[in-house]
């Protein structure tokens, strides 16, 4: 038996559980990489060639793996995608929809696609529910919610 149980107030943020993850390791992949590097270097060029190699690395693994994230509050829904960060109030959304991904389509017909909730390559060929279908559903009833308040 399905209840609706109302969502409580507060900031939620939805994102593939395995991401942080998956970036905490890479981040640590990238630095056993920068050691390593910095034992075959053979003068300071290489030395600060590596560093900044190394360092954007993290940077773009930490943006696209940990900072990624739908977070929606009372005041509306900001988009964290790895290289832009967008924020919606939500007069500005007319609504939400599971593709391979989590689609947020906007009142003047833009469409804004998040990176940190995508469809399971197996769930999307065999086309069977997943996470996104939920991220929608709970964004839809979000929104709903807050609209009816007058937020």
């Excluded at 109302?6 to 991401?19: I, L, S």
């Excluded at 390559?121 to 839809?140: F, G, Q």
Aim: proline share 3%; hydrophobic share 50%.
């Amino acid at each position: 038996m399905d209840v609706e149980v109302p969502m409580t107030r507060g900031v939620f943020r939805f994102r593939n559980g395995a991401y942080p993850y998956l970036g905490t390791v890479a981040i640590a992949v990238a630095v056993v990489v920068y050691l390593d590097m910095l034992d075959i270097a053979e003068s300071g060029v290489d030395i600060a060639f590596y560093t900044v190699f190394i360092a954007c690395a993290v940077t773009l693994i930490a943006r696209a793996y940990v900072w990624a994230a739908v977070v929606a509050g009372p005041l509306g829904v900001e988009v964290r995608n790895p290289l832009r960060t967008r924020r919606y109030t939500w007069a500005e959304v007319k609504g939400f929809r599971a593709e391979d991904r989590v689609v947020i389509v906007l009142r003047d017909g833009a469409e804004v696609r998040c990176w940190a909730v995508q469809r399971a390559h197996i769930a999307r060929l065999l086309r069977r529910h997943s996470y996104v279908d939920d991220v929608v559903a709970d964004l839809t009833r979000l929104q709903e919610e807050y609209r009816a308040d007058g937020q």
